[in-house]
C-alpha cells in the first residue's frame, strides 16, 4: 500500500530558521516541508494544501503567530490542523495563551533540532 509523505508547514520569518527545520524534518525524519516567510503566505498555503503539521513562530511582522494560530483555528477548514509553537516567547503566561487558541504543542528557541524531530514525531506518529 502507499502513503503519501505527510507536509509540514513552516511559518517564520527567520530564514535561518526555516532553513534549520526544513533540512532536519526533510532529510532526517522524511517529511515534506513547505517554508513561509509570513503569517498571511502561511494561511494561505494551509487552506489551499492542508498540511499534516504547521510549525509556526509567534513574532513576526504583519500579522504575528498567535493569530494566524487563531486564524487557522477557527476556520472549519483548517480547524482540525495541529500546529507546534517554535517561538522565543517562554513566559508561563504566553505559553497558556498559545495553548488557549489552540495549540497542539509548544517548544521554545533556541532551535534543538533532537527536540525539534522528537515533538514533530509524537504529533504525526
Known amino acids: 500500500m502507499w502513503f503519501s509523505t505527510p507536509s509540514i508547514l513552516v511559518i517564520d520569518d527567520d530564514s535561518s530558521i526555516g532553513i534549520l527545520t526544513k533540512a532536519r524534518l526533510s532529510s532526517h525524519d522524511k517529511y515534506k516541508v513547505v517554508l513561509a516567510s509570513n503569517g498571511y503566505d502561511g494561511i494561505k498555503f494551509a487552506r489551499n494544501n492542508n498540511p499534516a503539521l504547521i510549525i509556526l513562530d509567534w513574532v ?13 483555528k477557527s476556520n ?3 480547524a482540525h490542523i495541529p500546529v507546534l509553537m517554535l517561538t522565543g516567547k517562554n513566559l508561563i503566561g504566553e505559553i497558556e495563551e498559545a495553548f488557549d487558541a489552540g495549540a497542539t504543542d509548544y517548544i521554545t528557541k533556541p532551535l534543538d533540532l533532537k527536540k ?3 515533538k514533530v514525531n509524537s504529533i504525526l506518529n
Open 116 to 118: 525539534l524531530s522528537a
Open 60 to 72: 513576526m511582522p504583519g500579522i504575528n503567530g498567535l493569530d494566524v494560530l487563531k486564524q487557522i
Open 76 to 78: 472549519p477548514n483548517t
